[in-house]
Each structure stands twice: as C-alpha cells, then as structure tokens.
C-alpha cells in the first residue's frame, strides 16, 4: 500500500472556501502527486474541475468540512482503504460497450481459429484470455461469446477456454460479476447472440447465460502493480481504452509487464493509437487494418516466457 499522510490544505481552511475555482495550484498538483501514487493516474491541468468535484462529492457524502479532513479520512487505516474504491469509481471512467472494436474482434477470431488448428500438434488444449481494464464486464464477455462460438465452429470439443477481466474499480467489477445488461447495453449486439447468450429477465434487464458466466473471473488488478498478482501466462491479452489513463513512458512499463504474461505465440491487442513507438523484442507487430496487435515470438523464449 501507497501511503501519503501530508496535509492538503491547512486546518482553518474549509470546504466551502475550497471548492474547485479556489484550489491552487500548489494544492491541486499535491493531490495529482497523491493520485498518481496510489492510483497511477496523471491528471493535467485541463482535469482539475473533473478532481475537485469528485472530492466535493466525497466530501458531501461524507459531511467532512475541507480536503485536509478528506486526506486524513483517507489515510486512516481500514476505512481510508475502503474510501479509495469510492475514489477511484469517481475519477474512473468506465465506458465500455459489448462488441466495441470489431476489427480486434476480427482479428481475435482469426487468431484463436489458427491456434485451435496448431492444436492437435503441440497437445494443448484450452486457451485462455485476459481483458484488462474490463470495466462492468462488456469486454470480458465479447471475448468469451467470440472464443465460445469460434471453438464451436471449428467442432473442437475437448477445447476449454477461460477469460480473466481485471480492473482497479470495485463497483465495476461487481457489476460484470453480476452480468445483467439492460436492453439498451446490449443493442450493438446481434439477435441471435442475444438468444444464445442472455435469459431476459423482464424490465429490459438481460442476464448473461451460466455457461458462459462460469468461464469468466473477474479480479481486482491495479495495471501498475501486475507483479503482486499471480496470474499465469496468457494466450490472448486484451487491453483497450485503459492505457491514454497514462503518461507514454508508464504506457511502455504497463505493455512490458504485460509482455511478461503472454505466452510463447500469445497475442496481445490494444486500440489502435493506444501507443506509439513501443519497442519490445519478444514482440512482432501483427499486421492488420485499423488494428493494433503484437505477436509474442515462438524463437526468443522458447516452453518459458520469464
Ligand atoms: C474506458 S474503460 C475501458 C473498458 C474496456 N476495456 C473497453 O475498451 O471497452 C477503462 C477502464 O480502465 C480502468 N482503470 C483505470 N485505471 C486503472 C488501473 N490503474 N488499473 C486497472 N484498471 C484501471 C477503469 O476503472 C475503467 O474501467
């Protein structure tokens, strides 16, 4: 755990004096220094607005008088920590949608349709993904409902997939826990997916099926602090609409950590202009159009990728 006991703000100074068109600049770059520690975000300047009304809502809510009581309630053991994932649900921005990049998906199908016909030469038998960033869970269950249809096509039964969705916010991952959408989540989506995938259970509210449920985990994983988690190597990692969270030279820690979890011919997808000029040698660029995707290569670390 990150702590930063410093006081923000001086004792007399109280809430309704500081509110977002009175926190200085002093003020305001300490709370991004304390931001970027725990969470890793750099807010800019052009966010300060979007900072200090999270914090008056938390001060509201909590009926604290100024952000120096605020900093203090934070760092004040067990409900300090819980108040960080109120925090957090305010300065994260969560949207997401079901199928919402559809030339990674694209290029997802055609990778796990190759590897599902390696298959029978190297003895291997599941394939497993991670949606990092998974936000309320759209992600994660695109890229099972893909994996499930893509194993079904190619009449591979002995075939297992599993995906793993993490994300910093608690309340996100609730919800993708919990996998009811309503109507209005899920209208990009196809009708016969609908069918397949998802029970209604009235008011517009759509339950996403067990079967798939079962094969998806979701985990609290901060991307900027991968290396306390034991998490296994992947065959497809998934990251999109996280990385702009941070500054370039974080973007690059983040991608060659998560270099570290892709197994030997693993695939990596990103949003195109998620990153430029990443340089890793493990990694090949996928071609493709309107793609950003990376190849693990099979020659550099061969049966280990540490
Ligand atoms: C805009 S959403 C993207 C969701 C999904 N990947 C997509 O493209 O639709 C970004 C997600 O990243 C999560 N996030 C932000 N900072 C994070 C961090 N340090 N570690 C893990 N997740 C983080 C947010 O909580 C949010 O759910």
């Excluded at 009926?63 to 900093?71: A, H, S, T, V």
């Excluded at 925090?87 to 199928?99: G, N, V």
């Excluded at 960033?133 to 599993?162: H, M, N, P, R, V």
Aim: glycine share 6%; proline share 1%.
């Amino acid at each position: 755990m990150v702590t930063v006991a410093n006081s923000l703000l001086t004792q007399s100074e109280t809430y309704s004096e500081y509110n977002a068109s009175t926190m200085n600049d002093k003020q305001f770059a300490r709370w991004v220094e304390l931001l970027e520690l725990r969470i890793g975000v750099r807010a800019s300047a052009l966010r300060k607005t979007f900072l200090t009304n999270a914090l008056d809502i938390r001060l509201q809510t909590l009926g604290l008088q100024n952000y120096n009581e605020y900093d203090d309630y934070l760092h004040s053991g067990n409900q300090g920590e819980i108040e960080w994932f109120e925090l957090i649900d305010l300065l994260t921005i969560r949207e997401t949608r079901f199928f919402r990049h559809n030339s990674s998906l694209e290029l997802l199908q055609d990778y796990a349709l190759n590897k599902l016909s390696q298959f029978k030469n190297v003895g291997q038998q599941s394939l497993k993904a991670w949606s990092v960033g998974c936000a309320t869970g759209e992600e994660a269950y695109t890229l099972a409902i893909i994996l499930d249809q893509t194993i079904k096509s190619a009449g591979d039964k002995s075939c297992y997939f599993s995906v793993m969705a993490s994300d910093i916010s608690h309340s996100a991952l609730n919800a993708g826990r919990k996998g009811t959408y309503s109507s209005k989540q899920l209208n990009k989506m196809d009708e016969k997916l609908i069918q397949q995938h998802f029970t209604a259970l009235g008011n517009n509210q759509y339950q996403i099926s067990g079967q798939l449920k079962i094969r998806v985990c979701f985990n609290k994983v901060n991307v900027l602090d991968i290396s306390q988690k034991n998490i296994g190597q992947m065959d497809i990692i998934f990251c999109q609409n996280l990385l702009y969270y941070f500054e370039h030279d974080t973007r690059i820690k983040i991608l060659n950590k998560l270099t570290e979890y892709l197994a030997t011919d693993g695939i990596l997808i990103l949003g195109p202009g998620d990153i430029f000029q990443w340089d890793n040698p493990d990694m090949a660029l996928v071609k493709g159009d309107n793609t950003l995707a990376y190849r693990k290569s099979a020659s550099i670390n061969p049966g280990t990728n540490k």
